[in-house]
């Protein structure tokens, strides 16, 4: 079965400075990945998705993330963050034993002026 | 449209007690499902249903309920709240059934429940 790691708990970046949050994925074959992002006291919101093809992805809000198979990585990126991206961000992928979607522990981001 | 509706948003149980936690969605999705979140552990399945009549458990269902009668409703019935069911529980949806489609999971805003 597919599994994500998210080593970072917490992370805090200055406004105006990068962003990168580390996903890390266990599986043989080609897998699907996706990002999703949770505002304070909301549901979840799928940021952006690679399932083939270019390996580098754009998603919403100005967020983009790069599968590295040599890695087994799917990082988002930002190269600028704003004060509204504070948030907790989860990493997920399709369990191939029922291809429902299992959820890193997930990375909070604080955003500090 | 208001996607996927949960209800209540917060709630608080005494231990031995019975709820259910509502969950609707208008966009004709077949795929629904329930997961609940804990800190330092994600969300974690706790069932699903791949249409109406239909449902299957996740990685988490002891404690757990559901039913699916129509397309829009999934509730989730907890038969005796434990203090262990303490969490946040989101609804979510689908139009595909499978997530190795491009089909990206709808979350309801949640239902804080507490178990005292």
């Known amino acids: 079965a597919q599994s994500v790691t998210q080593p970072d708990i917490h992370i805090t970046v200055s406004e105006g400075a990068s962003l990168e949050l580390r996903c890390n994925y266990s599986y043989g074959a080609t897998p699907y990945l996706f990002w999703y992002v949770q505002s304070p006291g909301q549901g979840l919101q799928l940021l952006l998705k690679y399932f083939s093809g270019d390996t580098l992805v754009q998603g919403i809000k100005g967020f983009e993330a790069e599968f590295k198979r040599s890695q087994s990585s799917f990082n988002l990126r930002k190269p600028s963050v704003h004060w509204s991206d504070a948030a907790e961000y989860f990493c997920?992928?399709?369990?191939?034993?029922?291809?429902?979607?299992?959820f890193g522990t997930g990375t909070r981001l604080t955003i500090i002026p | 449209n208001a996607g996927v509706t949960q209800t209540p948003k917060f709630q608080v149980l005494k231990t031995g007690q019975s709820m259910t936690l509502q969950c609707a969605q208008d966009?004709?999705?077949?795929?629904m499902s329930w997961y609940r979140q804990d800190p330092g552990m994600g969300l974690r399945l706790i069932h699903y249903s791949v249409g109406a009549g239909i449902t299957d458990q996740g990685e988490v269902p002891n404690g757990y309920n559901v039913s699916r009668s129509t397309t829009e409703d999934f509730p989730l019935r907890l038969l005796s709240a434990a203090p262990s069911q303490t969490s946040v529980y989101f609804c979510?949806?689908?139009?595909?059934?499978?997530?190795?489609?491009?089909?990206?999971?709808?979350f309801g805003n949640g239902t804080r429940l507490t178990v005292t």
């Open positions: 997920a992928a399709p369990n191939f034993g029922n291809e429902k979607l299992t």
């Open positions: 979510a949806s689908s139009y595909e059934t499978d997530q190795t489609y491009n089909s990206p999971l709808h």
């Open positions: 966009m004709n999705h077949e795929y």
